[in-house]
């Protein structure tokens, strides 16, 4: 099925631009193809503009963070088909919807000592957490929901450094400022709250053996 989407689309060079602005599209494409698909015909239609093309290339959409290997038909079931295109963080944005990650590479760095290096990969396949949280609102300093979904991971992969891995997330930038990111990611994993709820109570217990 072919669908006929009326775009605004996220435009910003935080190298010559003092505030974003959204250009139109109206683009018809089969619903059999992804995001990403959909991204290369607005590339095709204006030269300037730019997307993320890694093996985990990710926007947002109606609020919600996405891979951009998701289904158009899926999109529009989900979000209908007049579409906002977003970077997944607006304050991070680089050139239209890429953003800078150096701050989610530094999580990473917090416990990659008690990781193996081959486990980047994986911590690289939440990013959408990441940059879900309304929290970096408030707080730049913020651990981030990947790097807890990530640890409730690594904290059964590598018990010996639980506590170590536990301790961590154990402060003011931690695990506590945590709020539901449920609706947040497309699609919504449910699983994602218990995940990080089994995580904190093994940072408590973690407290009270310290």
């Known amino acids: 099925m072919t669908y006929k989407l009326r775009l605004s689309v996220f435009r910003f060079d935080a190298k010559s631009d003092y505030l974003p602005f959204y250009k139109r599209h109206i683009i018809k494409i089969d619903g059999d193809k992804t995001l990403n698909d959909l991204l290369a015909v607005i590339k095709d239609e204006d030269r300037l503009f730019d997307y993320p093309t890694d093996e985990n290339a990710a926007i947002k959409i109606g609020g919600q963070n996405l891979f951009t290997d998701v289904k158009i038909s899926d999109i529009v079931e989900n979000f209908g088909d007049e579409l906002t295109l977003m970077p997944m963080s607006e304050k991070r944005a ?4 890429i953003i ?11 416990i990659d000592a008690f990781v193996d290096s081959s486990d980047k990969k994986r911590f690289e396949e939440l990013i959408i957490y990441h940059f879900a949280s309304d929290v ?4 730049d300093d913020f651990q981030g929901d990947t790097l807890f979904l990530f640890a409730s991971e690594m904290i059964d992969k590598y018990p010996a450094y639980k506590s170590k891995i536990a301790e961590i997330l154990d402060n003011e930038n931690g695990i506590w400022l945590h709020t539901n990111i449920c609706g947040k990611t497309f699609p919504t994993d449910y699983d994602v709250e218990e995940k990080i709820n089994i995580v904190k109570n093994e940072v408590l217990k973690s407290r009270i053996k310290r």
Not at 100 to 110: A, C, H, I, P, S
Not at 136 to 139: G, L, N, P, V
């Open 136 to 139: 970096f609102k408030y707080s």
């Open 100 to 110: 800078n990650k150096d701050d989610f590479y530094e999580k990473f760095d917090l």
């Open 94 to 97: 680089l050139k239209d919807l």
